[in-house]
């Protein structure tokens, strides 16, 4: 089992990654903010290319799903943190070494980020083998360690970087100070003037005297004096400083390029448990979702809208969570009702555990089995720009042309009140027009519309409806509910609250 990646496994989808734009459909699902709230304080790590990475084979995702599993166990994962908190030491060293301005001084923190990171290797090696992972990314990463930490480079890097601290810890000198005159000499037992002083006074002393102690700088910046006395001892040692001189040339490159992938690609597994966990705390529950690719058959339980739950968190709210299911023929879901009932919010909760899905990460919901895509869609409606000559009509008809144009049968579809600045009629006759693209490609999708005609084209249109109170039609539930669309009922059910109808509006004008 050959380790490469603990994200994309033996693949060389990852390699070279860098900064790939933003998916397009990210904005109008919320994803952008999904996605900020995960790399929040792992900046460093650079993980947003990552998330913007969806996978398309069902093996990948459940290889993903297993490490997560393995990342669950806080024994497994606390060495994991130890490893990146060791190796964040190390990139510290380096920095040091990039800001020192002598030379000596850059050569001493190379080493020591040598031998940060060669004991941050053999702890992960250790640490992880009697750790009994069941992923084969960590199973494969405990192998490779293995043979790495027992290879000749790594074992001689790591015993000549262990043996020339030792040799530079063994170096003694004496500094003899007259005037504004600096000798710099080997130490050669001479007495501790600081004892003899000690003794000289000690016969003066009557009773516990008071401390003076005083702190004094001990920064890594070193000042001309302090570098000038470092290069006389550096005279007075020569093999020593000429030993750490060659081991700096000779290791440049010490740091082994999948170690350092692996450090930065496992902050994708460990930001997003973190992210989830203070939400499963509230008693939300996250799943791993059953994933395949071109299933005719998709289920979620309990699902909801992770950029509204971060948001609800921080409010100390309280989320709704909603159910949705497509058996074969069913490909669309068509959602009406009231306005503000959380029609929009059901729409982006579908999009957006269809994409964290294909990342390999747990999603938001009790149970859910997901299609994987090929390509994710959303057809938002847009701000019109004063700028842009074309209309606002104009713009929904060039968007939507273009989905249609590369949508396949593997394709999601999230449409969010499309067509609203045309009549009433024209816009049933688009929505009609698209609604049999979508159903002709036979992709999924999620049409949130007010047109409740678009709820019955057929047996692949499934109804979904945002429920009210029964006893107080003006208050939304934010529950999605699975039947006809009633919108009429829905505005004479509030028309008669607010005695609005006709027969209460003539009895009040001829009162």
Sequence with gaps: MSFRSILFGSSDVGDGIDEPPEPEPFRDLNLDQVVASITL???????????????????????????????????????????????????????????????LQKQWWFLHAVETYCSAVVRLAEDLAGSDPRSRGFLALVEYLATYTASPDFTSLRAEAQRLKEDLSGVRYSLHLSGVRIRVSRYDAEPDYGAEVERTFEKFQQGAGREYRFSFSSGPDMNHVEAAILDRVALLFPEAFASLDRFCDHHRGYVDDRIVRFDREVQFYLAYLEHIERLKATGLPFTYPEVAVGTRSVEGREVFDLALANKLFREHASIVTNDFSLEDPERVLVVSGPNQGGKTTFARTFGQIHYLAALGCPVPGSRARL???????????????????????????????AILADATADSILIM?????????????????????????RDMLCVSVTFLDELASLGPSVVSMVGAVDPDDPARRTFRLERRPADGLAYALAIAEKHHLTYDSLTRRLAS
């Design 41 to 103: 304080g792992r900046e460093e790590y650079r993980l947003k290319p990552f998330l913007y990475l969806p996978l398309h084979d069902a093996r990948a995702v459940n290889d993903r799903q297993d490490v997560f599993r393995d990342l669950e166990d806080g024994t497994l994962r606390a060495h994991v943190a130890s490893f990146a908190k060791q190796m964040r030491a190390m990139r510290d060293d380096i920095s040091q070494v990039q800001r020192r301005r002598y030379a």
């Design 416 to 440: 969010n009140e499309s067509f609203t600045s045309t009549t009433l009629q024209d816009a049933l006759a688009l929505s009609r027009r698209v609604m049999d693209q979508v159903v002709e």
């Design 371 to 401: 299609s994987l895509f090929d390509r994710l869609f959303s057809h938002f409606e847009r701000e019109e720009d004063l700028q842009d000559l074309s209309g606002k009509l104009e713009d929904d008809l060039l968007r939507i042309h």
